[in-house]
């Protein structure tokens, strides 16, 4: 094999895929596993969408398209935005991409030089560091705090502008994945005050939009000239069901968005035409389904949280958006001296030999997640509720959690 690159070698996957890989090969001997690592949706894409996308491929819309996105998609795309969360986007605003994800490294790259401070509320979503890695760029972690709800608080924004040799970018992340954490419109209000009139940009990464449960949600380019400094990434992945289609658009300032399409164009070249039609339709014609997946999302979080609630050894706060349930288990981890993604993989590989719960240790967030578990809501109830009943008798077998930790490096360090 040739020497791979500092960058490849060094490269961290997003752990949701490892384990979920180690699950199905589990699953694949015949072991039964309930997946509540990774977050994707139980649910079937919304029906308008399957409909446009399937007639898209019937009508030939196979070939290339404008790298910055079909207008009509990109007009739909700011419509909504618009009109749900009061951006005032236009189709000069709006560029489309393969998920929200690749706009993490497409927002880096158009704006973030080599050496520039970028500052992330941690835990975080764990592709935010490889990419800035990939940029050469200087991560600041920040973290979250439970007593603040894991909202973002603009004195760290401001510490950060004060205090970083050249501080350039913020990531941030509501509602937050992994904590479920939702900044609130007075947060956004705060950071923003901070930003304006310097010289920071705001990757605002809104994947879970639709999924508040308390309150409501605020974008942070709502607010008075944010447009100039930030870029919002929004996804079909959470809301319409819609992750195997790869869709999602990101806005910003006309010139961003520009050369965010520019990077497209030396990239991917343009994202499937048919998705594009799928999605618009989504946004067109899937509201009131989407509306009812949401509702039914929140029920399945109520239930995980309530069952999680009632474990020894489980701290749970609600969350107030995802489809995520993030447990602060640090006391079962000095009980039992494993870390806690040493406890996630116990729980998925050891505890049982023919049943296993797959859930995500805080550390695959970031050191600061750790003793916690993370927990997505992607089953059927009644396999949460099997989960939730298998957890307590997984934690009271401890013999096989000490040979599990003398025959695997995960102890608690
Ligand atoms: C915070 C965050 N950003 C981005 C993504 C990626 O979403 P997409 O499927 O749109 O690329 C996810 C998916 O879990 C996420 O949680």
């Avoid at 490269?11 to 490892?18: D, G, H, N, R, V």
């Avoid at 705090?145 to 913020?170: C, G, M, N, W, Y």
């Avoid at 304006?196 to 974008?219: I, K, N």
């Avoid at 991917?268 to 339709?281: H, I, L, N, V």
């Amino acid at each position: 094999m040739p020497r791979l690159s500092r960058l490849a070698g060094q490269l961290k996957a997003e752990s949701a895929f490892t384990v979920l890989a180690l699950a199905r090969a589990l699953k694949a001997k015949g072991k039964d596993v309930v997946e509540l690592e990774i977050g994707d949706s139980p649910f079937p894409s919304t029906p308008h969408a399957k409909a446009a996308g399937i007639a898209a491929i019937e009508a030939n819309q196979t070939g290339y398209c404008p790298s910055m996105g079909l207008p009509e998609f990109r007009a739909a795309a700011a419509k909504s935005v618009r009109d749900e969360f009061g951006i005032d986007a236009h189709v000069e605003n709006v560029v489309v991409a393969s998920g929200a994800k690749p706009f993490e490294q497409y927002f880096l790259e158009a704006l973030v030089d080599p050496g520039d401070g970028v500052l992330l509320f941690s835990p975080h979503f764990p592709t935010y560091s490889p990419n800035i890695q990939r940029r050469g760029a200087r991560e600041v972690l920040v973290p979250l705090k439970a007593e603040h709800q894991f909202r973002p608080q603009a004195s760290d924004v401001k510490r950060f502008l004060e205090t970083d040799p050249k501080p350039r970018a913020i990531f941030l992340n509501s509602p937050h994945n992994p904590t479920g954490g939702v900044a609130t419109r007075e947060d956004l209000a705060e950071i923003a005050n901070v930003v304006r009139g310097t010289d920071l940009v705001v990757f605002s990464d809104e994947p879970y939009c639709h999924m508040v449960w308390q309150g409501s949600h605020a974008s942070i380019l709502a607010e008075p000239g944010m447009l100039d400094h930030c870029v919002a990434a929004y996804t079909f992945s959470k809301s319409y069901s819609m992750s195997g289609w790869r869709m999602g658009f990101a806005v910003g300032h006309p010139g961003v968005v520009e050369a965010i399409g520019k990077l497209i164009n030396t990239t991917a070249s343009c994202s499937p035409p048919f998705a594009q039609q799928a999605a618009r339709a989504a946004i067109e014609h899937d509201a009131p389904t989407r509306d009812e997946y949401m509702a039914r999302f929140r029920r399945k979080v109520e239930r995980l949280t309530l069952g999680l609630q009632s474990i020894d050894g489980f701290k749970v706060n609600p969350p107030a958006g995802t489809f995520y349930v993030f447990a602060d288990v640090s006391e079962l981890c000095r009980r039992h001296k494993i870390t806690s993604h040493g406890l996630a993989l116990y729980l998925l590989e050891a505890a049982d030999d023919h049943f296993g719960v797959a859930c995500l240790g805080g550390e695959c967030f970031g050191e600061a997640g750790r003793g916690f578990l993370r927990f997505s809501c992607a089953e059927p109830d009644e396999r949460i509720d099997q989960a939730v009943a298998f957890l307590p008798l997984a934690l009271s077998r401890v013999d096989r959690i000490a040979s599990y930790l003398k025959n695997s490096l995960v102890a608690y360090v």
